[in-house]
């Protein structure tokens, strides 16, 4: 059996860097905005209270970081990383399916067509991806310069004989799609319970202190405003990453792809292959289509 190599367009490879750069920002700007909001309550609640005298100056320090926090939350709206983020994960996702679906020789990919024929089509449905979303092609310049839009290695295996094709899609596509969900899933299951259980053990910790306060008296330092602080925080983060959301969905996605595998043992032909493949793409592309739109509304 002739080594396959699995090499993918520019338009893939810029598009998945972009949007790998647009996530990091978005999330870096929300762990500044979240940090200024607690360096405030620490401040206000513990700084203060134990260096008496200076109120005027903790005052300044906090409408400081306040007007800095309103031109993170000006700069999160103008910049748009979520949307950017979004828009260059769907592109990539949609040129992945498209790659696939050229070596597989899946519709609109026929195997009566050559390797001319293939390519134009396939640089057809390139460009109507990217009309979908126009805005993202000006986030793609200067990345992945040594990419070619169509690689030697995609028509190579298109030529592959069918019993190579279908092995080179159920470990290339298939299984590595379900890896890749089973280890998101995994992943998120876990960082679901630890900020769970970070999110409970703050709030009991800011209990126990009031409670103490109720018998003891007002303490000098605010403590439990800067964990309720630190709870408020802990809660945006969870929110924004939807941890138990993409776990559930991932697990879904990871028993479709095996239920899917199973079926390709009665594939024989390649009458039956295309079909085959049409709906290992169809799988992948719910999930993803499922992702956007919940956090295009979150």
């Not at 983020?85 to 769907?90: H, N, P, S, T, Y």
């Not at 519709?107 to 993202?136: G, N, Y």
């Not at 876990?190 to 109720?214: M, N, Y």
């Not at 493949?277 to 993803?288: I, K, L, N, Y």
């Amino acid at each position: 059996m002739t080594e396959s190599k699995i090499d993918f367009p520019w338009l893939y490879c810029a598009s998945d860097q972009a949007s790998i750069k647009a996530q990091n920002a978005h999330f870096r700007l929300l762990v500044t905005q979240l940090g200024v909001f607690l360096v405030i309550s620490i401040i206000e609640g513990v700084v203060a209270p134990l260096m008496p005298g200076r109120e005027q100056l903790f005052a300044a320090g906090s409408a400081a970081l306040l007007a800095m926090g309103v031109v993170l939350t000006y700069l999160a709206r103008d910049r748009k990383f979520d949307k950017a983020w979004f828009d260059c994960r769907a592109v990539a996702e949609s040129v992945k399916t498209v790659t696939w679906r050229f070596m597989m020789n899946t519709p609109p990919f026929l195997p009566s067509m050559s390797d001319a024929e293939a390519s134009s089509r396939f640089i057809e449905e390139l460009k109507q991806v990217r009309a979908a979303r126009p805005s993202v092609l000006a986030l793609l310049g200067g990345l992945c310069p040594g990419a070619k839009e169509i690689p030697d290695s995609m028509l190579t295996n298109r030529r592959l004989p069918l019993v190579e094709r279908k092995e080179l899609y159920r470990t290339g596509r298939l299984i590595d799609q379900r890896n890749w969900y089973d280890g998101k899933a995994k992943t998120f299951r876990h960082s679901a319970a630890r900020w769970f259980w970070a999110v409970t053990g703050t709030q009991v910790l800011a209990l126990v202190l009031a409670i103490a306060a109720v018998y003891a008296g007002p303490f000098k330092v605010n403590m439990v405003g800067v964990l309720m602080t630190l709870v408020a925080s802990f809660t945006a983060w969870t929110e924004s990453k939807r941890n138990e959301d993409l776990a559930n969905a991932y697990s879904m996605a990871a028993q479709e792809l095996r239920e899917l595998e199973a079926l390709l043992t009665v594939v024989q032909d390649e009458a039956g292959f295309p079909k085959w493949v049409v709906d290992v793409e169809g799988a992948c592309s719910r999930e993803h289509t499922m992702w956007v739109a919940k956090r295009a509304g979150s």
